[in-house]
């Protein structure tokens, strides 16, 4: 059978703790600036970002991990847990809503190409609340989109690394069309 992979080299780990240690940091005192200016009424939901730098600083070159698939896949899954706290529990009890929905949004993204391992999180997190949650849905995408800027600059600063690997977009007709 296959080896499991080689552990990273010293530099790389150093390189990862840095970035996931800045990214986390800015984030942090981002989410500290929203909960001043909304009198503690708003902050981010912390846990994903500890994911998604996994994936920017331990997976760089993962489909997964690049920006197109991170910000998508969450928008898609997110979207679809929030839409699903529109149905009464006395329709779709929580037990039963949380996996329905959380699979739907999963096959969604694999089927249009954006897997994000993260937006499965993210789906059972939505869905398990009891009304829609938009707000906390546009601060976590602010929190990526800005997570994913910072991981352009900082990773392209180390001379053997990429980031993104691509950005691509498929042509639509192509979205269910590849088996």
Known sequence: GQKPPRPHA????????FGCFLSL????ITNEVIKYRSDGDISMLFPPFGAL?????????????QPRNSFVGILITS???????????SILPLWV?????????????????????????????????KVPAW???GVLLF??????????VFINL??????????????????FSRR
């Open 25 to 28: 940091l800015t984030l942090s």
């Open 97 to 129: 809503r949380i996996p329905v929905v959380t699979s739907i949004a999963i096959a969604t993204t694999l089927a249009l190409g954006f897997t994000h391992p993260p937006a499965g999180g993210i789906a059972i997190v939505f869905a398990q609340a």
């Open 143 to 152: 929190g990526y989109t800005e997570a994913i800027f910072f991981a352009l």
């Open 53 to 65: 730098v996994t994936c920017h600083y331990g997976l760089t070159s993962a489909p997964a991990s």
């Open 158 to 175: 180390h001379e053997n690394a990429t980031f993104p690997i691509y950005w691509g977009i498929l042509n639509p007709k192509e979205w």
């Open 10 to 17: 010293k530099t790389q780990v150093l390189f990862a703790l």
């Open 79 to 89: 979207t679809m847990a929030t839409i699903s706290a529109y149905i009464p529990v």
């Open 135 to 137: 707000l906390s849905m």
